[in-house]
């Protein structure tokens, strides 16, 4: 059995890197998969704030031209308005989706850097680990 034992290290430590390489390809995968998510969740997001903007401004127009006030600058105004709280909530939208890139990446920087991490600590292990820095140290 002390034979077999280099061998079955062996295997072990290329199953770890092979379990490695595979998590780290389907953890890039996934955060892909996390941003196209987020970049469709902002695009509906400024779509339904761009279809209520257009809602409050026929509704304003509407009571305007009831009460005889279509060319006042009150409805400029209110119309104004509703254009600036549009690009607002658009730009607000833009930037969340930025950010929650910025989030995926780092995680998935922050995951792969880990299981970079639990491989070194595999083959460090397979290759006798402190036992074996403890006998060339000479302790």
Known sequence: MPQALPVIQAVAGVASVVGT?????????????????QQLQTQRSQRQAIREAQIRRAQAQSQAQALGATGGS???????????QLGGSIGFAGQMSGLSDRISI????????????????????????????NEKLGG
């Open 106 to 133: 780092a995680s998935q920087r922050a995951e792969t850097s880990g299981a970079v991490a639990g491989l070194g600590l595999t083959a460090f292990s397979s290759l006798g680990g402190f036992d074996m820095l």
């Open 21 to 37: 390489v595979v998590s780290i390809n389907q953890q890039k995968k996934a955060a892909a998969a996390q941003r196209r998510q």
């Open 74 to 84: 009150a409805l400029g105004g209110g119309l104004a308005s509703l254009s600036s």
